[in-house]
T-cell receptor, first 113, second 111 residues
Framework: GESVGLHLPTLSVQEGDNSIINCAYS??????FIWYKQESGKGPQFIID?????DKRQGQRVTVLLNKTVKHLSLQIAATQPGDSAVYFC????????????FGDGTTLTVKP | DGGITQSPKYLFRKEGQNVTLSCEQN?????MYWYRQDPGQGLRLIYY???????QKGDIAEGYSVSREKKESFPLTVTSAQKNPTAFYLC??????????FGEGSRLTVL
């Protein structure tokens, strides 16, 4: 079968390297996925989203990949910077009209200078 | 500037007391949500509301209550029936579809 990245609760990278954060979602009916960044003591902030009719979407320094076959989502951050250190959550929407998200467990990214 | 305002930022409660957390938004969003976050964990949905005067239970509604009398406001009451209320509470809003916009959170500690 196809190999996909495992979800890790923590990830440590060197400044300037690329980061890949993985997420497995639970419901094959989910049709809208979002990545959020949460800095310590603050509320999560939107990074990027993707709908189920797409496999890839790019933003500024970030790319989200969606593999519906194995229900896997990944966030790639290019040239990681110290300001990227945070907890990253993926969220799935099972019912787009409700706008109600189910969140993953989160990955804590630490960027070493 | 548009945004979501939660208050208070920090709150201490004695056992057996009810407390109310405030959440106000001026983004003209239809939907509002309350999430609970425990240390090292993800967000769990307590209640959500898609229109005024209507709201639905989320995954962990027991011991909590809400109201939605105005589009801009969605207060959460943590009642004495909530056995383990110490947590970080996050309010969010959104249009009928789309991403969530979060407030800065309220940290509740039970003494």
């Amino acid at each position: 079968g196809e190999s996909v990245g495992l979800h890790l609760p923590t990830l440590s990278v060197q400044e300037g390297d690329n980061s890949i954060i993985n997420c497995a979602y639970s419901n094959s009916a989910s049709d809208y996925f979002i990545w959020y960044k949460q800095e310590s003591g603050k509320g999560p902030q939107f990074i990027i989203d993707i709908r189920s009719n797409m496999d890839k979407r790019q933003g500024q320094r970030v790319t989200v990949l969606l593999n519906k076959t194995v229900k896997h989502l990944s966030l790639q951050i290019a040239a990681t910077q110290p300001g990227d250190s945070a907890v990253y959550f993926c969220a799935e929407n099972i019912d787009t009209n409700a706008g109600k998200s189910t969140f993953g467990d989160g990955t804590t990214l630490t960027v070493k200078p | 500037d548009g945004g979501i305002t939660q208050s208070p930022k920090y709150l201490f409660r004695k056992e057996g007391q009810n407390v109310t957390l405030s959440c106000e938004q001026n983004l003209n969003h239809d939907a509002m949500y309350w999430y609970r976050q425990d240390p090292g964990q993800g967000l769990r949905l307590i209640y959500y509301s898609q229109i005024v005067n209507d709201f639905q239970k989320g995954d962990i509604a027991e011991g909590y209550s809400v109201s939605r009398e105005k589009k801009e406001s969605f207060p959460l009451t943590v009642t004495s029936a909530q056995k383990n209320p110490t947590a970080f509470y996050l309010c969010a809003s959104s249009f009928f579809t789309g991403e969530l916009f979060f407030g800065e959170g309220s940290r509740l500690t039970v003494l």
